[in-house]
């Protein structure tokens, strides 16, 4: 079987999959003003067809994790047509998402009946006041139904996600609090620190804490780092035995982070990213139009992994093409 291997022996079994640049949120460290096409891009989002096509190539490179991503991905009227073709079709064994929760307590079953095979949800406050400032919306309570809904189902592999933002969420109390959630829930919560984009340089230079802070509070409360498998994410795991839950870390400023890379990004118009804060970026379109392509797309994306670098270089301000974390994929 041919494989995903970069220049520097990293593998990538994992891919984030973006399905739509559109986010129903306001979120202030992505979106402050609310989704806005970007400018002079007039392609539309892949169809379902390509993502079919897509997905089966990705199975023949040894691609055993995809996560659909957004924007929000459930915008798409047809989001669960696609999560249903690539379960039936496309001989990826691991299927995930990301989303902000927006209709999590209306579609918690259906996911599950999809055959969905884990989640992750932005909660980047559980305090209902902070969370609507933040996001623009008064949802709190019905994400935290729809978790509720979703364990219920045994559903298992559920993880929430928040931002870490200076004087906001970064407290001592806040991460008691985070940990009051998972001390009785099966639930992995991580911090991501936040990240500078194209578009973000004031609020990153307000609200940019390092992940430090969290790191010390975790190493003072006795959690224990965990190892993961070869299509786990960037977070750095804790687990503590009076715990059910998990804490988790995802520290992109922290040295050697690109060391242990294991994933590729694609843009919801179907351009192929190697990183998140790369300056490349190649259409694989026109090899999605039909079924006799596959064999050439293959070669393709084999190909574009001899340019992946080493490192993304965030650390010295290199943000690359990326504007918002929403029109990659996060």
């Not at 219920?152 to 298992?156: E, R």
């Not at 009785?184 to 919560?189: E, P, R, S």
């Not at 050439?296 to 994306?301: A, H, K, R, S």
């Given at each position: 079987?041919k494989?995903?291997?970069d220049?520097?022996?990293?593998?990538?079994p994992?891919?984030?999959?973006?399905?739509?640049?559109?986010?129903?949120?306001?979120c202030?460290?992505?979106?402050?003003?609310?989704?806005?096409?970007?400018?002079g891009d007039?392609?539309?989002f892949?169809?379902g067809?390509e993502i079919?096509?897509?997905t089966k190539?990705?199975s023949e490179?040894?691609?055993?994790?995809?996560?659909?991503?957004?924007?929000?991905?459930?915008?798409?009227?047809?989001?669960?047509?696609?999560?249903?073709?690539m379960k039936?079709?496309?001989?990826?064994?691991?299927?995930?998402?990301?989303t902000?929760?927006?209709?999590?307590?209306?579609?918690?079953?259906?996911l599950?009946e999809?055959?969905?095979?884990?989640?992750?949800i932005?909660?980047d406050s559980?305090n209902r006041?902070?969370?609507?400032?933040?996001?623009?919306?008064?949802r709190?309570?019905q994400?935290?139904?729809?978790?509720k809904?979703?364990q219920?189902?045994?559903?298992?592999n559920?993880?929430?996600?928040?931002?870490?933002?200076?004087?906001?969420?970064?407290?001592?109390e806040?991460f008691?609090?985070?940990?009051?959630?998972?001390k009785?829930?099966?639930?992995?919560?991580r911090?991501?620190?936040?990240?500078q984009t194209?578009d973000?340089?004031?609020?990153?230079?307000?609200n940019?804490?390092?992940?430090?802070?969290?790191?010390?509070?975790?190493?003072?409360?006795?959690?224990?780092?965990?190892?993961?498998?070869?299509?786990?994410?960037?977070?750095?795991?804790?687990?503590h035995?009076?715990?059910?839950?998990?804490?988790g870390?995802?520290?992109?400023?922290?040295k050697?982070?690109?060391?242990?890379?294991?994933?590729?990004?694609?843009?919801?118009?179907?351009?192929?990213?190697?990183c998140?804060f790369?300056n490349?970026?190649?259409?694989?379109?026109?090899?999605?139009?039909?079924?006799s392509?596959k064999?050439?797309?293959?070669?393709?994306?084999?190909k574009?992994?001899?340019?992946?670098?080493?490192s993304?270089?965030?650390?010295?301000?290199?943000?690359?093409?990326?504007?918002?974390?929403?029109?990659t994929g996060?």
């Open positions: 079987m494989t995903l291997t220049t520097f022996g990293r593998k990538f994992y891919i984030r999959l973006s399905i739509t640049d559109v986010c129903n949120y306001k202030t460290y992505c979106l402050p003003e609310g989704y806005k096409k970007m400018p007039t392609r539309n892949m169809t067809e079919s096509r897509l190539a990705l490179l040894g691609v055993c994790k995809i996560r659909l991503t957004g924007g929000e991905p459930t915008v798409r009227k047809d989001f669960f047509d696609i999560l249903k073709n039936k079709n496309s001989n990826i064994p691991k299927i995930t998402m990301t902000n929760g927006y209709q999590l307590d209306k579609i918690a079953k259906r599950h999809s055959g969905l095979d884990g989640i992750n932005s909660i559980l006041e902070t969370f609507k400032k933040l996001t623009g919306h008064d709190l309570l994400i935290l139904e729809g978790i809904i979703l219920g189902l045994n559903f298992k559920i993880k929430v996600n928040a931002v870490l933002l200076k004087g906001i969420n970064d407290t001592y806040e008691e609090e985070f940990g009051d959630f998972i009785n829930n099966k639930i992995d919560f911090f991501i620190e936040l990240m194209g973000n340089l004031d609020f990153f230079k307000k940019h804490v390092s992940s430090k802070i969290f790191k010390d509070y975790l190493k003072k409360n006795k959690w224990v780092y965990q190892t993961y498998g070869k299509d786990a994410g960037p977070s750095l795991n804790y687990i035995p009076e715990y059910k839950g998990k804490f870390l995802i520290a992109p400023y922290s050697d982070f690109c060391k242990t890379c294991n994933r590729l990004r694609i843009t919801s118009r179907g351009d192929l990213r190697l998140l790369g490349t970026g190649i259409s694989l379109r026109h090899l999605l139009q039909n079924d392509q064999d050439e797309l293959v070669d393709l994306i084999i574009q992994l001899h340019l992946k670098k080493e993304h270089h965030l650390e010295l301000g290199k943000t690359g093409i990326t504007p918002n974390l929403s029109s996060g």
